[in-house]
DNA sequence: GTCTATAATTCGATAGAC
DNA sequence: GTCTATCGAATTATAGAC
């Protein structure tokens, strides 16, 4: 159940997520947002409290986004196989639904200060957890190769890594569907014995 | 021919690469980099001419790295697949060797100003190019599946980026050999038809 | 909600003595 | 090469009138 939000904050906080994204949120100054909604520098204070309370938002939102969808994964009975295939969809679907969010989440996190920052990368690691997991069991049950569990797990989340910039950068191109398919199938051929 | 570079300036090149990685460029302050250094702000430029000069450094050199190397590659009598083991092996090799500049080349490039900005794209772009042209060989000679060259080729490419990390806060347990052994055969067995 | 004005700090960089 | 001192610009954020 999400805030109830006036139009013009909804608008402001689409316009910087953009911006951030586009010029990087070290290098965009509340200046360069209020110049992009054509207003003062001081009118930004009536929606955020801060420029790294705005970062916040839009970090740890979909940062849960992503734990939502995995949980859902891992709680649900199908085998290693599946869950990694659902595991490339739910990656698919909330980049193409959040794409300037996802790119915020890997390339803008380390802006976050403490307490946030631990407090994010805790959360991160927990989410990394759950991958390891579930590619764990698909090397127990010999549904995938051998492989050490560590260096798949880092490989298999950074392969979906550049997605986000399929949907910010490319956007006219971008075909879900087939991104899927093909993602898909690299993913799970570089993982499973018999694929 | 590498210039001849004082013991002085190399420790302090040395010194602010890691800390650059370890705070990002833009929240590192020339106070900072003299601080480790154990001298005053001004003495920073007795060996180098701006924060973004160091940067470009950096940055162009690790980029140029990779260009040799591919290009060794390409010239080569090498099928698809020999040629794509031996990206995977340049990427380990340059990465365990430059840890710390390979993580700036994925993290803080966008932190160069034009025209220096433009010209480290435009090098990108054809350093990926050279990645899409081996991939193209693998497709029409049908080692390769018959993949959307775009998608495959940013597959490929992102599945190495993470890299870096392993040696950057990671060194303790890294070995670079099974590091390689196991992410060929991910690749490899994401690409191929037969392998 | 919008503005003007400005506080308070921090930044990269330079001048010039030793 | 190292220091002290400082400049000028840019930054986030606030105060208070309308």
Redesign the pocket.
């Given at each position: 159940m999400p805030l109830k939000v006036?139009p013009?904050?909804k608008k402001f906080l689409d316009e910087s997520l953009k911006m951030i994204h586009e010029k990087g949120y070290k290098a965009?100054?509340?200046?360069d947002l209020a110049d992009r909604m054509?207003?003062?520098?001081?009118?930004i204070?009536?929606f955020i409290?801060?420029?790294?309370a705005l970062l916040e938002t839009y970090l740890f939102q979909i940062s849960e986004d992503f734990h939502t969808g995995i949980d859902h994964i891992q709680e649900s009975s199908y085998d290693p196989v599946e869950k990694m295939k659902a595991l490339v969809s739910l990656n698919i679907n909330l980049t193409s639904s959040k794409p300037y969010q996802v790119g915020l989440l890997v390339n803008e996190w380390r802006n976050l200060k403490d307490p946030k920052l631990t407090e994010f990368v805790d959360r991160r690691a927990e989410y990394e957890e759950k991958v390891r997991v579930i590619i764990k069991e698909g090397i127990e049950k010999k549904h995938f190769r051998p492989f050490d569990l560590d260096i798949i797990t880092h490989a298999v989340l950074s392969s979906v890594r550049w997605v986000y910039y399929w949907y910010t950068d490319h956007a006219e191109e971008a075909n879900p569907y087939e991104l899927e398919k093909q993602l898909t199938e690299f993913i799970l051929s570089g993982v499973c014995i018999n694929e």
């Open positions: 006036s013009r904050k965009t100054t509340m200046r054509g207003f003062e520098v001081s009118n204070y009536n409290d801060s420029k790294e």
